[in-house]
């Protein structure tokens, strides 16, 4: 639960209007028990990546806004929490419904960031969050690997352990 004191401290770091609600609904939620998927697919997990893919896109994008790296770093993968869905969406829409306002940016980037368009790197945070959400999840795949000594030509994505 260590992870849950930084990122709500980091959340209201930012100043933005409406960032109370919605770590009250985080709180509410599964958002710092659950595991993120395929990847940090362990209680926590969603939290953790989270947390990681902030702590990069603050080094991939320094001159960027930092609450725009905050907002879209933690909450890129929001939408993952509960019951889930396809959590791009769901993740702007929670957002929304929750009274945080996003920039047209921040929306476009946490609504887009699973689209492999080359139009990724024309804005530098959407840059940002692609390299830091393939590595976070690249890390805990050599993680994986290590841990369970699994060859990486016959680590299967689909499978959960």
């Known amino acids: 639960m260590a992870n849950k004191e930084k990122i ?74 509960d019951k889930g869905g396809w959590h791009p969406w769901r993740s702007v829409k929670l957002l929304g419904e929750w009274g945080l306002k996003l920039t047209d940016e921040e929306y476009t980037v946490i609504f887009k960031h699973h689209r492999p368009d080359l139009h990724y790197f024309r804005s530098p945070l959407r840059r940002a969050l692609t390299m830091a959400d393939v590595l976070s999840a690249g890390w805990w795949k050599l993680w994986h690997w290590k841990k369970n000594n699994v060859p990486e030509e016959e680590y299967n994505e689909d499978d959960p352990h």
């Open 8 to 81: 709500t401290n980091i959340l209201r770091s930012t100043g933005r209007p409406g960032m109370e609600d919605v770590i009250r609904q985080l709180e509410s939620s599964d958002f710092f028990t659950r595991g993120a998927g395929g990847h940090h697919n362990h209680v926590g997990g969603l939290a953790k990546h989270s947390l990681e893919v902030y702590r990069m896109m603050r080094l991939f994008a320094p001159f960027q806004p930092y609450d725009s790296k905050v907002i879209i770093g933690i909450f890129h993968d929001m939408g993952k929490i």
